[in-house]
């Protein structure tokens, strides 16, 4: 199954998270996060983004049949990378099927997407914590890096869950 994700889509998840979380945060905490909020920063983000994406395939690869990250050409180096270019980009999985010919339940397709972004969003702001120095950062990338993990393991919870469920007869005397 082919899974499209959209930089701006994944970009305005992290400014609402970015901007939620600085409402609940100490000083130090909210001077971290104030950058991403920053649209000339938007280029930054963008490369933060195709990284992050980079790693969550790593971290799904069996389940991975092929990646696209906005046509870059696997053996060629990607070159300059822009700061930006205002343009959405595209990043593309295809997720191996399993015999029956789907990975997951068409039902859960959407959140197979969503969990995808989800997983690059806190990788995201995990990275921008990291990079970060004061008292908050560590809170920030600690907070932050507990959330990866969880949307991760949720996400590989789905992709190695049965394609459909089992039913069994009922039971009649």
Do not use: W
Request: overall charge negative.
């Amino acid at each position: 199954m082919l899974y499209s994700l959209s930089t701006d889509v994944i970009i305005d998840t992290i400014h609402a998270l970015a901007a939620m979380q600085m409402l609940s945060s100490s000083v130090d905490e909210r001077k971290i996060l104030a950058p991403l909020l920053d649209n000339d920063r938007r280029g930054t983000l963008v490369l933060l983004v195709k990284n992050a994406f980079a790693e969550t395939m790593l971290d799904i690869l069996p389940y991975v049949e092929n990646a696209d990250l906005d046509g870059e050409i696997p053996s060629e180096s990607p070159g300059h990378q822009p700061p930006d270019d205002g343009a959405d980009h595209l990043l593309q999985i295809e997720l191996r099927v399993d015999k029956t010919g789907v990975v997951v339940r068409p039902s859960v397709h959407g959140l197979v997407r969503r969990g995808l972004e989800s997983v690059i969003v806190m990788r995201v702001l995990e990275s921008v914590a990291l990079a970060a120095s004061g008292n908050g950062a560590s809170a920030l990338s600690a907070c932050f890096g507990a959330k990866t993990r969880e949307a991760i393991s949720s996400l590989l919870s789905v992709l190695s869950a049965p394609g459909a469920p089992l039913m069994r007869k009922p039971f009649v005397l």
